[in-house]
């Protein structure tokens, strides 16, 4: 079917509302930030502290005065323009940031405070292929017939929902890329190759201590080096979980290393037994 507003598209010349709704726009940009000053000077003025004080409710009063008349200066040069569209009339789209496409600013589902965008670009536009292109981003009271399941396809939309895969890419990115330094031991995550090391120094002290003391009898020494066993495959296994997580990593150095800087704290303890060419 077609609608009033394509009969009234397809006669007009084409350019004619973009060209009077961008100066439109122009014009009415500094509004919302003049009614919100408005808006401010007037609860001042119910305030019983301002209402007590007749020099303060002057200076409101004068207030509202300038604010009215900078209003009025808006309308006074839309005027032309606004003269030039009762006369002929054609689809205007409104959009709220974050909210839906309306065809007014008076739409009952908008106050005054919303900050709408004046989309002038679809002015005199097809509004059924515009409410379609909007999908569900088309206000239901303004535009009943709007589709409520399918995404809106409008520029302003496509752009933002790329600029979202985008960021949030790189966060998954960025998670990923943290996730590959955490290094993983069997059921055991640690969060850095340093926590990790430090994991394979706790249990190279216990397995040196375990392997060197000195045994009060046989089964004790088959329980110390039961103990030294499991303490010296733990270390063993995470130093190859690293090798294996990151590349150029040497998981007998590390061994080396901490059995070194540990056997050092054993060294002239009671009941300790360690033979001079002791290694990992
Ligand atoms: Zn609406």
Redesign the pocket.
Known sequence: MITTSETRTDTMADNLPRAIDTKLAAIYAPAAEIMRKLEHARANLTAMHVRKDPARVADFNSRINELTEALDALDAAAAPYEAIYAETRWTRFFLVPDG?L??SRR?S??RWKTLTVWLPEYSGKNETEIVELAGEAA?T??YPSAPVNRLSMLPVHVAARHTAAVESAEKAAKKAKTTAQTITVGNTTYKTTRAAENEIGLRVDYMIGSRYMVAVDASHRAQLDNNAAEDEAAARAIAEALAAQIEGYDAAAILTKKFAAKLKTYKNIEHYNIPTNATF
């Open positions: 839906h309306h065809r739409c589902s908008l206000c009271i303004c």
